[in-house]
């Protein structure tokens, strides 16, 4: 798989997670790609934190006023019928409320407890956590999706060694290797990419994986 | 009511060393020609409240600085509070190459929040975000708290000397209505600032905003500019 397949590669798989009906919010860059693969009859609404509820998803509107309407990436964008413009405070009050179902972010680091670094590389880089920390603790489903390494790195560790973004709040991570589920015991490998061996994945991955006994394939 | 007049004549009213919030999230409902005019007045040592550092040249929707981002490229920001500033490479380097630039990062639900307490006359923010993060290490956080068996930070209230608001429509008693994703931190920094000034893309008579539609109250706002 080249890059650009990977990421939709991934996307698919976390959209079989979300369900009809869910709020989610998706973080910037692959996490946009996950509605256009919704499995048939699922229909979810799109919470954008800087003010939307029912936000267009990303190519599924005409960008008409570029100065009034945007998503939480600062580009254009637009509002499906029956959605609604609210402020950060109203925006935020949804997100640490348990109002939204699911949020789909990538990470620099994720660990076997469930913790999540994606905001800053002290001295490199400080980008900031914008919403994320909110997002966080707030969402009832937190799904990382991301590239399984970084560079032939393991970005899937025992412990991140990047400050924190939020510490045991991730449920699933889902990669063009496999699906982990985060549990009391460790980082769970409850689907495989069949292009890869559990050891393959293994060596991917600096964290210990359990693999489940009913492991299955990532794709139907 | 709020006194009407020009933005040249507004920005006179900020002066070295203010702490100012202005609203908007990456540029959009933020007062763009206002930040653009302040940017003119050599005003310096500000501290910045805000979301964001705004698009920097070349990247936003006009092509030219875009928000805050005016005052960051010009160097009149001593200290920004904000929840997010990886857009504009301009922060990055102040802070890290020229060492002139202090930056403070909030998580924005908590940053909206401490804004809103402020306002709202509110001693802090209890919250669960930030909890085992160096936002614990942040001199905005006064402590931690368990209720019922969770952590929470206690975030401080924020208050700016200057809130600079952009709105939609502002009707002659300075009622405020914000389109599409405006209103993001406009809405909370109306409450928390001495003198709040508003920049709108249109004034209209009072009564073509229906009560219900207003989000900043006339009685909150200190100036209207266009």
Known sequence: ?220 | MPKFTTIDEAVKLIKDGDTIMIGGFLGCGSPLKFCEALSKTGVKDLTLICNDGGFPEGAGPTGQNYGAAWLIANHQIKKIVATHVGINPNIAKQNFDEKTLEVCLIPQGSLAEMIRADGNGLGGVLTPTGVGTLVEDSPYCLGKQTINGRDYLLMAPVHADFALIGCTKTDKAGNCWYGGTTSNFNIVMATAADTVIVEPDEIVEVGEIAPEDVRTFGMLVDYVVK
């Open chain 1, 1 to 220: 798989m080249d890059k650009s397949e990977i990421k939709g590669f991934i996307a698919k798989r976390v959209a079989k997670e979300l369900h009809d009906g869910d709020v989610v919010n998706l973080g910037i860059g692959l996490p946009t790609l996950v509605p256009n693969y919704l499995p048939e009859g699922v229909h979810v609404t799109l919470q954008a934190e800087n003010g939307t509820v029912g936000a267009a998803a990303a190519g599924q509107y005409q960008p008409e006023d570029k100065f009034h309407i945007v998503n939480a990436g600062g580009q254009p964008s637009g509002i499906i019928p029956g959605g609604s413009f609210i402020d950060s405070a109203t925006s935020f009050g949804l997100i640490r409320g348990g109002h939204v179902a699911a949020t789909i972010l990538g990470g620099l680091e994720v660990d076997q407890e469930g913790s999540l670094s994606n905001w800053i590389i002290p001295g490199k880089m400080m980008p900031g956590m914008g919403g994320a920390m909110d997002l966080l603790v707030g969402a009832k489903l937190v799904i990382v999706a991301m590239e399984h390494t970084a560079k032939g790195n393991p970005k899937i560790l025992k412990k991140c060694t990047l400050p924190y973004t939020a510490v045991n709040c991730v449920h699933m991570i889902i990669t063009e290797m496999g699906v982990m589920k985060v549990t009391d015991k460790g980082l769970e490998l409850v689907e495989i990419n069949p292009e890869f061996t559990v050891e393959q994945v293994q060596a991917a991955t600096e964290a210990e994986l359990i693999i489940s006994p009913n492991l299955k394939s990532m794709i139907d």
